[in-house]
Nanobody, 126 residues
Framework: QLVESGGGLVRPGESLRLSCEVS????????IGWFRQRPGSDREGVAC????????DYLDPKKGRFTISRDNAKNTVWLQMNNLKPEDTAVYHC?????????????????????WGQGTQVTVSS
């Protein structure tokens, strides 16, 4: 099971840290991805972190607004989001991949993930 938390209503430029708490499986064996679904859009990949902690941010790698991290001992993966923009408004989901890494395949492809959380709403508005 994956359970997201930490969403809410924030103003442009503010930050949020989302959490993904896992149970029922050993987090250390799996890659975890964060995805988001904006209103009227398909679900898209945000970031991926491998079982051994190598992180990849797809959405804004040059500006580094999103940072994914994990603590296997706490069974938790986080997504730190800084300088949020109205276009970041979405439901954010975490998901488990059967791979142990984020390379060699497309980690933003939803079909590579087998378990998903219900999501947490992030709204960025002034």
């Amino acid at each position: 099971q994956l359970v997201e938390s930490g969403g809410g209503l924030v103003r442009p430029g503010e930050s949020l840290r989302l959490s993904c708490e896992v149970s029922g499986f050993a987090l250390l064996k799996y890659t975890i991805g964060w995805f988001r679904q904006r209103p009227g859009s398909d679900r898209e990949g945000v970031a991926c972190i491998s079982s051994f902690g190598a992180a990849t941010d797809y959405l804004d790698p040059k500006k580094g607004r999103f940072t994914i991290s994990r603590d296997n001992a706490k069974n938790t993966v986080w997504l730190q989001m800084n300088n949020l923009k109205p276009e970041d408004t979405a439901v954010y989901h975490c998901a488990r991949s059967g791979y142990t890494h984020c390379s060699g395949y497309d980690p933003s492809d939803l079909s590579n993930y087998d378990y998903w959380g219900q999501g947490t709403q992030v709204t960025v508005s002034s």
